[in-house]
């Protein structure tokens, strides 16, 4: 009778692990689903790959554990008389679930670590490029700021005329500069 209350005590905690295990990641799973979209600004991106670093740092610290549950249950399920009895069928269809929600959660942080890190190369590398359109539309905004005022003199006009397309071929680039800029965060932004 003692043997059968133990096993029953035993029985009774391993569930309650079993079931505790399944809540916490079930846990992990819904913040990973529900986390929020990759940003554009690198230094929001690299807040959200500290986040996603801190759900796999736990899941590192959590890995013992659920070895452990494994273990128990597939005893469990070895030691059983009956396979078929509906405690055991119970015990292996949560276990079914426990280990396919740690591999989907393996694969969502990894993934979402990848997407993070491709993503901050791209937000740093429009905002650089952002940065030197600015600074080159800004230097053209002073050079046609400079400009004299049209000249009558056909040699004055002839300088100005050749200025002035100097200055239009710096406008050209910058306006490639901002189209090359644009594909860059559309990209970026996509993810």
């Known amino acids: 009778m003692q043997a059968l209350e133990d096993a029953m005590h035993e029985c009774s905690e391993f569930t309650d692990k079993l079931d505790g295990m399944l809540h916490s990641l079930e846990d992990t ?27 796999i740092d736990d899941l590192e610290k959590k890995e013992t554990a659920y070895e452990a549950v494994v273990k128990a249950a597939d005893d469990i399920i070895q030691k059983a008389p009956n396979k078929n009895d509906p405690a055991v069928k119970e015990i292996k269809k949560k ?19 990848d997407s993070l890190e491709d993503a901050l190369a791209l937000a740093e590398k429009f905002w650089d ?26 040699k004055a006009i002839e300088a100005q005329k050749a200025e002035l397309m100097q200055i239009k071929r710096g406008i050209d680039s910058t306006k490639r500069s901002e189209e090359h800029t644009s594909e860059l965060q559309s990209h970026a932004t996509s993810r």
């Open 29 to 55: 799973k819904h913040l990973l689903d529900h986390a929020e979209p990759i940003s554009a600004h690198p230094e929001k991106i690299k807040e959200q790959m500290d986040d996603n670093n801190a759900i």
């Open 95 to 113: 276990l079914d679930k426990l280990t396919g929600l740690w591999r989907e959660i393996q694969g969502l942080a990894k993934n979402r670590g």
């Open 129 to 154: 490029e952002l940065q030197q359109v600015m600074a080159n539309l800004k230097d053209l905004q002073d050079q046609l700021n400079s400009q004299d005022p049209p000249a009558v003199d056909p």
